[in-house]
């Protein structure tokens, strides 16, 4: 009988998971090439159909990245970044309310999601922290984009604090719904609240092969689950959630998904390029730059704070508010709130290009 069969190991394994939780807590080299030709007006609707966002793509070192793109090209540059399992729709009123104030608006489909690709087969599918990071750096090179606004939620909020973390100059300011949202990996072994863990269920879920096997087999269920669990006052209709999860049929999805919920609970080793960044991120670095944090108050998954437990980790100007009516999903559930955060960053911030 090999190791991973073994009843005894599958059990301390899956005891192991069960106690842990590295993304929450409740204190909270690129060559660049061309982009596709702009697609400055949306595709013609059918009646009765909700409308998609155009995509664009662009190539880095490592991934062909789809990303939608709207607003004037001289516009100071906003990020706008999704999370799991969502795709770039989240931020479908959020953009245009942000292109109209002169702000040029990147949408990008994050790794494993939508029309983003590997160039090639030999890359690992890595979904850890640090790798989301480096992805944000590597689009800001491609599209020639020396700072921005970088702002997110969920797995696009950790992209986005860690960015914010490792290379404070290319951001100029950090929208984040739930706070601070680097993993510290060291102390994943440490559970929160039941009330909590049993929102994450999922993570816990994927630990196992079964899981995986679950997601691959069921994914828009199982996704249709958290949606209505993360967000139980948002009334989302069927059509608003197939057009999300056409993004989740990407080849690498089911790869990226497991190895960043392993990863995260110390349950998966990260891969070598993104070694010296992890190792800077399990210092918990403190958050420079300035930043509006958000929390929705429906959320099912992390509950509403007043922000005090995370301030130490936010070193430079902090605001922190609390949405009604909002939950995970906050850009799509709450985009006035969302965008009007973002656009007071940007408004604010101390641009140098």
């Not at 009765?48 to 991934?63: C, D, F, I, N, Y």
């Not at 390029?273 to 918990?284: D, M, P, R, V």
Request: net charge negative.
């Amino acid at each position: 009988m090999s190791e991973d069969q073994d009843p005894s190991n599958r059990r301390r394994f899956l005891l192991s998971a069960a106690a842990s939780v590295a993304s929450l807590t409740l204190a909270d080299m690129p060559s660049a090439f061309a982009a596709s030709p702009a697609q400055d007006s949306a595709p013609s609707v059918p009646a009765g159909a909700l409308p998609s966002l155009p995509v664009r793509q662009v190539r880095t070192e490592l991934l062909d990245i789809g990303y939608h793109e709207t607003g004037p090209e001289n516009g100071h540059p906003v990020i706008l970044l999704h999370g799991f399992p969502y795709d770039i729709h989240s931020y479908v009123d959020v953009a245009p309310m942000l292109a109209a104030q002169g702000y040029r608006v990147i949408v990008p489909h994050l790794r494993g999601h939508g029309t983003t690709r590997f160039l090639s087969a030999d890359t690992p599918r890595s979904g850890q922290q640090a790798a989301l990071g480096e992805d944000v750096f590597a689009l800001m090179d491609a599209l020639d984009i020396p700072e921005a606004v970088l702002a997110g939620y969920d797995w696009g909020g950790r992209a986005a604090c860690v960015a914010a973390a490792l290379r404070p100059t290319r951001c100029v300011g950090l929208v984040s719904v739930n706070s601070y949202l680097i993993q510290d990996i060291a102390k994943s072994g440490a559970p929160l609240p039941a009330h909590v863990e049993w929102g994450l269920w999922y993570q816990y879920y994927f630990q196992t092969e079964r899981g995986r096997a679950g997601l691959e087999a069921n994914r828009r269920d199982l996704t249709h689950i958290l949606w209505k669990n993360n967000s139980p006052t948002w009334n989302f209709s069927q059509a608003t959630f197939d057009r999300a999860a056409k993004a989740f049929d990407n080849p690498d999805y089911i790869d990226i998904v497991i190895h960043s919920y392993r990863h995260r609970l110390g349950l998966a080793p990260g891969f070598p390029a993104y070694e010296e960044s992890e190792k800077k991120l399990a210092l918990t670095p403190p958050i420079r730059v300035p930043a509006i944090t958000l929390d929705g108050i429906a959320d099912g998954v992390i509950p509403a704070t007043d922000g005090h437990a995370s301030a130490a980790m936010f070193a430079g100007p902090r605001i922190h508010r609390q949405i009604p009516n909002a939950g995970h999903n906050l850009p799509q559930e709450a985009p006035k709130a969302f965008a009007d955060a973002v656009a007071e960053l940007a408004r604010n911030g101390k641009w140098r290009t």
